[in-house]
């Protein structure tokens, strides 16, 4: 059954929250021109092709802004490799802009001028209503506004979701519409409901997108179509009718550039060593998966979705105590886990170039995250429910700094790092390299510009830890005994692999050469 309603807030309050980590999202800007990242640029190029020149290859795009890794040859034209999701949702933004400009007799936008209008005005807009209805969501399942704020808090500042919410690529959005598809069928729990036709078009549609946006999520539809499936039987046309514009889109769009629907862009990479090296093996490079691939991807400290997000381990257990229960719903959690975590281990290039985290699946993000609320009435009801609300306060708090700096400064980490926030992230705010973002604009120097988009991530966290029942004095005590925790946490990830190392001192002169806007000289 869902949970009691909670006593009714003031609007003001209730999604003071959500607000705060919006504004955090709203205060990045972290632009590298001279790093021409592939993963975005190669889809900021795409949407530029089809607003300007009204066709999906990016031939006159190169001509124009310049060489861009990630590509893909056919027909003897150059295209995007990336699932076109995030290049498609970014058209009426850039159509828009360009009108304007030129309505103001500008030119067509520029590579920054387009590239930071696609971020605000087409991603965060989208993140920033996913985690809307994720505060509702969990809301209604915990009927408890602590938890509302603290999941809200850990998926949006404390996960993957943020460093590349940030950015114009599909990570995020993908994970999200995956998320947003099990939200709209697993609405309501109580066994026998039936759902609204539109709620499982809705998903159908959700989980349709997710694909459109990273062809690896293609494994979390499938499971979310089993479960729509299992649960509403004869519903299930809904969704699959949900699904199926997207899918026939999806296939349109491989036959026009590449000759048949199943075609994926990897069989067509332009650059040769990305072909052979990351995908000419097994399945575009999808082969059986790897133990040390798996382990470095959940727990190293240069990369592991569990070092940069322990909070999540707690929803890991979240959706395996459910699963043990045989509750649907932890079941689904924890098969989208699995199945995106062997496919991560599974691939050649499993380390995905310069990046935070795994982002292959950071689809998993807010299906672990959903284990803690799925859990929370049952592990709040114990008598060690305050200890394990502290416990994931603590470790909320580690996600947030690790999430958020990165997000803040520099979300493309070298593979040379064996703990990057510690060892590139700190010693670039502590020298003076400000990253475009609020603090830039308000003309702050060095780390003090870091304390604008910091305050919200501080603001947020005590909110969230104050919330909830027990009254000012023992709500302001388990805030201090998670900060306490984050603390000591910290403390010790800031002694992991600090020897030095001369890979890591020539990838950050690397990156000091290539900052934007340029760093402070150096004597």
Not at 434 to 461: D, Q, R, Y
């Amino acid at each position: 059954m869902d949970a009691a309603p909670a006593p009714r807030e003031h609007p003001l309050r209730r999604h003071l929250v959500w607000a705060l980590v919006a504004f955090a999202y709203l205060s990045l800007a972290p632009y590298f021109p001279r790093l021409n990242n592939p993963n975005e640029n190669v889809r900021v190029w795409m949407t530029r092709a089809i607003v300007e020149d009204g066709t999906l290859n990016i031939d006159a795009t190169v001509r124009a802004w310049g060489f861009v890794d990630d590509k893909a040859a056919s027909g003897g034209h150059l295209y995007s490799s990336k699932a076109p999701g995030t290049s498609f949702l970014g058209v009426p933004v850039l159509w828009a802009q360009t009108r304007l400009w030129h309505a103001a007799g500008w030119p067509s936008p520029s590579k920054r001028a387009a590239t930071l209008a696609l971020r605000f005005l087409s991603v965060m807009p989208c993140l920033l209503l996913f985690l809307f209805v994720f505060a509702r969501w969990v809301e209604r399942r915990t009927g408890d506004p602590a938890a509302r704020d603290l999941l809200v808090t850990a998926l949006g500042l404390g996960s993957i979701v943020y460093p590349y919410g940030v950015l114009f690529v599909g990570h995020a959005q993908g994970a999200l519409a995956a998320f947003g598809a099990f939200m709209a069928l697993a609405w309501d729990d109580q066994p026998g409901l039936t759902a609204p036709p539109r709620r499982l078009a809705l998903a159908g549609a959700l989980a349709g997108a997710a694909v459109v946006f990273e062809y690896q999520l293609l494994l979390a539809a499938l499971v979310l179509a089993g479960y729509a499936a299992w649960r509403y039987r004869a519903g299930f046309r809904w969704f699959a009718l949900g699904a199926l514009p997207l899918a026939l889109a999806l296939g349109a769009y491989h036959t026009a550039l590449f000759g048949r629907p199943w075609t994926f862009p990897y069989g067509h990479l332009e650059n040769q060593t990305y072909a052979r090296v990351d995908h000419g093996s097994g399945f575009f490079g999808l082969s059986r998966p790897h133990a040390a691939a798996l382990g470095s991807s959940l727990f190293s400290v240069s990369y592991g979705l569990f070092a940069f997000s322990p909070f999540l381990l707690l929803g890991l257990a979240g959706v395996a105590y459910r699963a043990a229960q045989r509750k649907a719903e932890g079941v689904v959690c924890l098969l989208v886990t699995v199945v995106l975590a062997l496919f991560l281990a599974g691939m050649t290039h499993w380390r995905a170039g310069w990046c935070v985290g795994p982002r292959y699946i950071a689809g998993v993000a807010p299906f672990l995250a959903a284990g803690i609320a799925l859990a929370w009435r049952d592990a709040q009801g114990g008598r060690l429910g305050g200890a394990l609300r502290m416990a994931l306060g603590g470790l909320v708090w580690v996600s947030v700094f690790l999430n958020g700096l990165s997000a803040a400064t520099y979300p493309h980490y070298p593979e040379a790092f064996d703990n990057p926030v510690f060892d590139l992230t700190l010693p670039l705010w502590r020298d003076g390299y400000v990253p475009s973002g609020l603090g830039h604009a308000m003309g702050l120097p060095g780390v003090v510009a870091l304390v604008p988009v910091a305050t919200l991530w501080v603001a947020a966290l005590t909110v969230a830890l104050v919330t909830g029942a027990g009254g000012a004095r023992r709500a302001l005590a388990r805030a201090g005994g998670a900060a306490l925790l984050g603390m000591l946490l910290l403390g010790a990830l800031s002694r992991y692999g600090r020897g030095p190392s001369v890979a890591e001192a020539h990838a950050t002169s690397v990156v000091r050469s290539l900052w934007d806007p340029p760093g402070p000289r150096r004597p």
